[in-house]
């Protein structure tokens, strides 16, 4: 089993640009996270889906969207990229919203 | 908001050494408390989950401990050894599906 699968590993954009990071778990859990780590600050959740067909936003969610496609699977796009958003951003999963949380490799993203 | 924090930001200790990690929660009503461990580069892998309920839970050399009155916990690495270094996490949640997270402590042990 692979757990929790992100891609891309690094990224390089420049301001403006837009991609889409990508999440996928073989779990068999329902809720999935996206968060943010950034020096000094901490792990901060930008998005998260409770289960299949839902997403909240969390504590900084400014700038980004989210689409929870099918249950494996929840990905993270960043429509016009800023240098602010430069950070290391890592996807997650719990059987249910609050349990235990496992998290995947991380995706470290600069912006230019 | 739930503010959480770790102090120490860093610390060393000789191998061999038992060593207890703190994490200061402002919010005692807490669901539950989560301990993490992250190597340089790579992305957090858990260690122990304490309910509120709970007063304690243990996994091999680690103990994790839960006080929700004072807003604390604790986890303690017995016989601590050079492969124990990374930086710990602690991450609390209240109602809701959020956790918060703590800054965490880098810890070294010296051979």
């Known amino acids: 089993n692979a757990g929790v699968t992100q891609t891309p590993k690094f990224q390089v954009l420049k301001t403006g640009q837009s991609m889409t990071l990508q999440c996928a778990q073989d779990?068999?859990?329902?809720?999935m996270y996206w968060y943010r780590q950034d020096p000094g600050m901490g792990l901060r959740l930008i998005y998260y889906?409770?289960?299949?067909?839902?997403?909240d936003k969390g504590e900084v969610p400014n700038g980004y969207n989210v689409s929870r496609l099918n249950k494996r699977e929840f990905s993270l796009r960043l429509e016009s990229a800023a240098p602010s958003q430069t950070s290391v951003y890592f996807c997650?999963?719990?059987?249910?919203?609050?349990?235990?949380?496992?998290f995947g490799p991380g995706t470290r993203l600069t912006v230019l | 908001k739930q503010e959480v924090t770790q102090i120490p930001a860093a610390l060393s200790v000789p191998e061999g050494e038992n060593l207890v990690l703190n994490c200061s929660f402002t919010?005692?009503?807490?669901?539950?408390l989560q301990w993490f461990r992250q190597d340089p580069g790579k992305g957090l892998t858990s260690l122990l989950l304490?309910?509120?309920?709970?007063r304690e839970q243990t996994s091999g050399r680690l103990n994790a401990s839960l006080d929700k009155s004072s807003g604390r916990s604790t986890l303690y690495i017995a016989a601590s050894q050079p492969g124990d270094s990374a930086t710990y996490l602690c991450?609390?949640?209240?109602?809701?599906?959020?956790?918060?997270f703590g800054t965490g402590t880098s810890l070294t042990v010296i051979p």
């Open positions: 997650a999963t719990s059987r249910r919203g609050g349990y235990e949380q496992f």
């Open positions: 779990m068999n859990h329902n809720s």
């Open positions: 889906s409770a289960s299949e067909g839902t997403t």
């Open positions: 919010d005692s009503a807490i669901y539950n």
């Open positions: 304490i309910q509120s309920s709970q």
């Open positions: 991450a609390a949640r209240n109602t809701g599906n959020q956790f918060y």
